[in-house]
């Protein structure tokens, strides 16, 4: 067997086990909810939407779709966990290829775990001069291990201090295709 196909065994058996931890439904809820607020929020903005890749992709995608105000959308790309479960320094993979001066910036993301990531996302839309920066993430997980408590602007769902997989996230690469959260059995 090839690298990829022992991955996509492994991964198979970690979902076979794995728990619901929000439907795709929730989701959709939770969404709505974020892009009322944002749609509100901005209402006399542009706001230039950035997708933190690869996690927060389906996040940007079924969010931007319920928000009905005009917006611009690029990405970034930036990652800390590397298909593992452990995370490490940040390593930047791509920068937006919009001009973030002056604009008002709203970094998208999966998962706000340890705050390493977005932290390091804002202070990089400060550095480029942005007017201003907010940040609308999925889910949030709970525990006290987040740096200089960091919170969210838009938030949708809490999930456990678990490793989490679906909608955008993966486990070792795998399975961010799933439209629902789920956790990695214990
Ligand atoms: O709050 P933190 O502990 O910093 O973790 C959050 C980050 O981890 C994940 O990205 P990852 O590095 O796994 O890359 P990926 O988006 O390509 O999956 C996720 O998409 C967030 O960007
Ligand atoms: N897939 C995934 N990525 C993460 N990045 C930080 N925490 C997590 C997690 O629980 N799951």
């Known amino acids: 067997m090839t690298d990829f196909e022992n991955i996509a065994q492994e991964a198979q058996a970690v979902f076979n086990t794995a728990d619901l931890i929000h439907s795709s439904d929730a989701i959709d ?3 709505s909810e974020m892009a009322t607020q944002i749609e509100r929020d901005y209402a006399d903005k542009i706001p230039l939407v950035l997708c933190v890749m690869n996690g927060g992709l389906m996040t940007t995608a079924r969010l931007i779709s319920k928000v009905g105000i005009p917006m611009q959308v690029d990405y970034i790309h930036a990652t800390r966990y590397a298909n593992k479960t452990t995370g490490a320094n940040v390593q930047w993979l791509a920068e937006p290829k919009m001009s973030l001066a002056g604009r008002d910036v709203i970094i998208v993301d999966d998962i706000l775990d340890e705050g390493v990531t977005l932290s390091e996302l804002i202070s990089y ?3 480029h001069e942005c007017r201003s920066v907010k940040t609308a993430m999925l889910i949030r997980k709970l525990h006290d291990r987040r740096i200089n408590n960091l919170e969210a602007d838009y938030l949708g769902l809490d999930v456990p201090d678990r490793y989490v997989f679906g909608c955008g996230m993966d486990y070792k690469s795998f399975y961010r ?10």
């Open 125 to 127: 839309c400060k550095r």
């Open 177 to 186: 295709n799933l439209p629902g959260i789920y956790a990695v059995s214990e």
């Open 29 to 31: 809820q939770a969404l």
